[in-house]
């Protein structure tokens, strides 16, 4: 089984900057892709950027520009780069890695870290 353990959430003003942080340990394979996800009060959860194990990344488009998701494969990490934060970036803020087993019986899956809150406010 693999753990998460999230960082780096906290209250901030607009126009501010955070960088968040997700590392993951115990027994996998591999790590194909990384994600940011994110959920306000009220609204579906979203994906806010996701990188390869290649490099390549996608982002939502209300934070491109904004936002840079990078990954440390030595360390198992994963982080998000933000950049001129806006009210409307306020949510719980969760990493999802995709596992890939040491064993055929567990496979592949996803794991989800605990969520950090991340607020935008002045």
């Known amino acids: 089984q693999v753990q998460l353990v999230e960082s780096g959430g906290e209250l901030v003003q607009p126009g501010g900057s955070l960088r968040l942080s997700c590392a993951a340990s115990?027994?996998?394979?591999?790590?194909?892709?990384m994600a940011w996800y994110r959920q306000a009060p009220g609204k579906r959860r979203e994906l806010v950027a996701e990188?390869?194990?290649?490099?390549?990344?996608n982002y939502l488009e209300s934070v491109k520009g904004r936002f840079s998701i990078s990954r440390d494969n030595a360390k198992n990490t994963v982080f998000l780069q933000m950049n001129s934060l806006k009210p409307e970036d306020t949510a719980v803020y969760y990493c999802?890695?995709?596992?890939?087993?040491?064993?055929?019986?567990?496979?592949?899956?996803?794991?989800w870290g605990q969520g950090t809150q991340v607020t935008v406010s002045s």
């Open positions: 999802k890695l995709v596992i890939v087993s040491k064993t055929t019986i567990v496979g592949v899956y996803d794991s």
């Open positions: 115990g027994n996998f394979f591999s790590i194909p892709t």
């Open positions: 990188i390869t194990s290649g490099g390549n990344t």
